[in-house]
């Protein structure tokens, strides 16, 4: 029909303005870009083959995440309100937590991070002094995590091993404990947020280690078990 094309995931045809094309001139239907992580870089910048291969990776996350991770009962919760993290020891995974956007996109909001992907970690407060929005202040806190990857390489605290895997599409994973645009100077929103991302970063320095021996050490224990995980 004239002006529909169709899905190359799903064979649904639909008109073209709702789907995602890809560099090789492929389409994706609206509702299998729903199955795509929040953080990969998009059908626009990846070919018809590299599409399928997240939606693959995806799939691989869903399972491990309705399964061994979800059993996990000796997880570690840090949030504060909707936002923070869970982590898995047992099984070597994480998962970000941001219950707004996970409400709207379910079908993406299965997806875990390896802790042996985990190159280093810093709290961040953007408390833009001055900048109003209605009648409060921006704030914006919480754990960046920079994820091993050969892209950026220059960026790695520790040089990832030979044998260590990279992280296919993250470098720079935002764990934000606190986000409002109407902060106001009674508020202890900020503080609450900054409490929860130093309790992030601590859990990992617990799991990780801080030296560069324990480091690579742990590292290697959780990358066996993410690893069978994902078998
Ligand atoms: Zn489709």
């Not at 979800?70 to 970000?96: A, H, Q, R, W, Y």
């Not at 900054?194 to 801080?210: M, N, S």
Request: charged share 30%; aromatic share 12%; hydrophobic share 35%.
């Amino acid at each position: 029909m004239f002006g529909k094309k169709e899905c190359f995931n799903c064979s649904e045809k639909a008109k073209k303005v709702h789907m995602a094309k890809t560099v090789d001139g492929q389409y994706l239907c609206r509702s299998c870009q729903g199955l795509l992580s929040r953080y990969y870089p998009g059908c626009f910048v990846s070919t018809k083959d590299e599409v399928m291969e997240h939606l693959g990776y995806m799939k691989k996350m869903k399972r491990v995440y309705e399964g061994v991770f979800s059993d996990d009962e000796e997880k570690i919760t840090v949030m504060n309100t909707n936002l923070g993290i869970v982590i898995s020891p047992k099984t070597g995974f994480f998962k970000v937590i941001d219950n707004e956007w996970g409400e709207f996109n379910s079908r993406a909001d299965v997806e875990l991070f390896r802790l042996d992907q985990i190159n280093r970690y810093e709290v961040y407060s953007n408390h833009k002094q001055g900048v109003y929005v209605g009648n409060g202040a921006f704030i914006d806190c919480g754990v960046k995590v920079y994820m091993n990857n050969t892209r950026k390489e220059e960026y790695n605290k520790y040089k990832p091993a030979k044998n260590q895997k990279m992280h296919p599409y993250v470098f720079e994973l935002d764990i934000v404990t606190a986000s409002d645009d109407k902060l106001t100077p009674m508020d202890t929103f900020e503080n609450q947020g900054l409490k929860v991302a130093y309790e992030i970063a601590d859990i990992f320095d617990r799991l990780l280690g801080t030296d560069k021996e324990t480091v690579s050490e742990n590292r290697v224990k959780f990358a066996a078990l993410a690893d069978e995980f994902l078998a």
